[in-house]
């Protein structure tokens, strides 16, 4: 067997080489890439150290989640205390209309930052311009695994600009909202809004106010 | 039975068609006002009520039933006035939805309101008349039923012949085998004999050749060679993990289609190391409105159902409840943890897009890892990647530089030797 072996020619072989390995290549590279698995670990313990990570379960805590909720009647760094000042009721609504000034000066990087800040979070249903035909307000369609299908629409907020006229369900022309009332309303929301104070930082609120005071100019 | 059906079918159909010229009758002496009303429904009412659901006004529907019109004109004109009044019914409509006011449109006129009103009716005849057209459907459904039952009673016939006529042939051929009985035998014996000699004779065929049976090892041992090198190199390497999240959230739908930023749910990219992942109150912010009931005959879609309990959130009152249990995401992209990465470091200072490391999302129906994300993937980005110096660190760096060319003093407090972190990280 070994003699045959040798006498097997050396091209003869280093083709068949070829062919084996080739074909190993192709046969273990089938499938999309995709996989339900993470695969082989080594060593984890180097790759997930005992501290607990702020999205990790954590059997420590009644609810069974790291990242806790700050206790009552604490204010971490870098909050605000609106939410103390200020109750969601129309009253302080507009309480806060008539009190509150925005701090922040109008220079041009505020308005920059606002208008970042509202096209992320407040375009996709007040529209680019104030308008209140934000994306998700309008006709779209999806094609994916279970189909094509319409997707429904999000009603069409009032609009800000003075040149439409439209206006807030509590009272008063949209363009006429005060700086404080924009904030409310971030703050808590109002009808089929939610709140975005867990978005938006005291700082990125009155930069949006500002933002939104600009168009209601249009 | 296919005469029933089809006689309900047309039944059915021709009082759906009769309905229909019914309600085209009267939306056709309406249109004129309809067609006003849905203009001013769509701009005034419609962010707060719909017709067939309740949002945060009342679902509209068989509103003309509950009020008189009369009183519809007076609340929409001005609510507030009619509750200061002590109108009873205003003052339970009121209580019911939360004390929330309805804003005065003093601005309409009289008859403005009432195309509203008329508009609000045409939209509730047509909602009624689809579940009717819908029956017609359904009777042209059992019409092609009937059709498949008679196809199938078909198939049994001819099933049943066949059937028949197979059993009379094995019955004559068990006939003929017992009358041939022993010449059978002996040609079995034999056929059994070759057969075995047959496998022996391949076997050791296979075995003589020694370049086949080099060559099927060679196979082998490259298979096994090329699976554990690629097995080794994937070692803590989770390219193209694609894991079953507890929720069928498609980004395709929300990044894709409705176009919602990036950053709108994942806020922290910009501003903190984690791009973090939204807590629900975020999914809330448009799902206490949009339920998919459009595909699901009306009802909230299962998916949502899960984050509606998650958030312990009551469709029917809108309110929250205090039993909260947050939603179990699995992570995709998962460093180890003696690596740093810092998102907002990528994505404020430097404006890389998010797709340059996670690859088309807003395309990907269900997520999985697009990157690598091996220390030698970050290295052929950071060879390349030029700086974007335009921002105060690199001011504060330069100014440092400045003062040491002057030979002015400079101590470790100067370039941040007091912060904390330093030295409690």
């Known amino acids: 067997m070994k003699e045959n ?9 280093l083709s068949a080489v070829c062919i084996a390995v080739s074909f190993a290549a192709v046969t273990t590279a089938c499938g999309d890439g995709k996989t339900r698995s993470t695969g082989l670990e080594f060593s984890p313990n180097m790759y997930d150290a005992i501290a607990y990570n702020p999205d990790q ?10 990242a806790q909720t700050p206790p009552a009647n604490t204010t971490p760094v870098g909050f605000d205390k609106f939410g103390a000042d200020y109750a969601n009721t129309p009253a302080d609504y507009e309480r806060a209309g008539a009190e509150l000034v925005n701090p922040l000066p109008v220079t041009k990087e505020n308005l920059a930052k606002g208008e970042h800040l509202y096209l992320v979070n407040c375009a996709v249903c007040h529209g680019k311009d104030g308008k209140g035909d934000g994306s998700i307000t309008k006709d779209r369609e999806v094609t994916d695994s279970r189909g094509t299908r319409k997707l429904e629409n999000f009603p069409n907020p009032p609009a800000y600009l003075r040149s439409v006229a439209a206006n807030s369900s509590r009272g008063g022309a949209m363009a006429d909202l005060s700086a404080g009332k924009i904030y409310h309303t971030i703050f808590y929301g109002l009808n089929t809004m939610g709140s975005h104070a867990s978005q938006l930082n005291n700082d990125e609120r009155w930069e949006v106010v500002m933002y939104v005071q600009e168009l209601q100019k249009k | 039975m296919r005469n029933i059906s089809s006689v309900l079918g047309r039944l059915a159909k021709s009082i759906s068609i009769s309905l229909v010229l019914l309600f085209a009758v009267t939306m056709t002496s309406n249109a004129q006002d309809a067609k006003e009303g849905a203009a001013l429904f769509k701009s005034n009412c419609s962010s707060c009520h719909k017709i067939d659901k309740k949002m945060t006004g009342p679902a509209l529907a068989g509103m003309s039933e509950r009020h008189s019109e009369e009183w519809l004109v007076k609340w929409i004109k001005n609510s507030g006035a009619l509750i200061a009044a002590g109108d009873e019914t205003a003052i339970r409509v009121f209580e019911e939805y939360n004390k929330v006011a309805m804003p005065a449109f003093t ?13 609000v009716k045409d939209e509730e005849a047509k909602a009624a008349a689809a579940p009717a057209a819908g029956a017609a459907g359904g009777a042209e459904k059992s019409e092609a039923n009937s059709f498949m039952i008679i196809g199938m009673a078909a198939i049994l016939i001819l099933a049943i012949g066949v059937i028949f006529i197979l059993s009379r042939i094995t019955k004559t051929l068990e006939k003929v085998i017992a009358n041939n009985q022993a010449a059978i035998d002996a040609a079995q014996v034999r056929n059994e004999a070759y057969e075995e000699s047959g496998k022996v004779k391949f076997a050791q065929k296979f075995l003589k050749n020694k370049k086949l049976v080099g060559f099927t090892a060679l196979m082998v041992v490259a298979f096994l060679a090329v699976l554990g090198w690629n097995t ?6 989770h390219q193209g993990y694609q894991p079953v999240q507890p929720i069928k959230f498609s980004h395709q739908v929300h990044a894709g289609v409705n176009q919602i930023e990036c950053q709108y749910c994942h ?14 109150n975020v999914c809330m912010n448009c799902h206490n409105t949009i339920t998919a009931s459009d595909h699901y005959d009306g ?4 998916e949502l159902l899960k984050l509606y309990r998650a958030v312990d959130w009551d469709p029917d009152t809108r309110t929250y409840g205090d039993n909260q249990r947050p939603i179990q995401w699995i992570r995709i992209h998962n460093l180890p943890d003696f690596a740093y990465f810092n998102h907002s470091q990528h994505v404020s200072v430097s404006g890389i ?15 999985y890892q697009y990157s690598p994300l091996t220390m030698k993937w970050c290295i052929e980005c950071h060879q390349t990647r030029e700086v974007n110096t335009d921002n105060k660190y690199y001011d504060k760096l330069i100014e440092a530089h400045e003062k040491l060319k002057k030979g002015e003093k400079l101590t470790a407090a100067m370039i941040g030797g007091l912060e904390c972190g330093k030295c409690h990280y």
């Open chain 1, 57 to 66: 379960p954590n059997n420590n805590f009644k609810n069974g989640s790291t």
């Open chain 2, 353 to 367: 897009e998010c797709q340059t490391c996670h690859g088309p999302v807003e395309t990907m129906e269900e997520v």
């Open chain 2, 232 to 237: 080794m190199w994937h070692v803590g390497v």
């Open chain 2, 299 to 302: 009802e909230t879609s299962p």
């Open chain 1, 5 to 13: 072996m040798l006498v097997m020619n050396k091209k003869n072989f």
């Open chain 2, 267 to 280: 806020g922290g990219a910009f501003k903190s190391k984690n791009a973090s992942i939204p807590s629900a």
């Open chain 2, 107 to 119: 601005q309409f006129s009289d008859d403005q309101i009432k195309s509203i009103i008329t508009y």
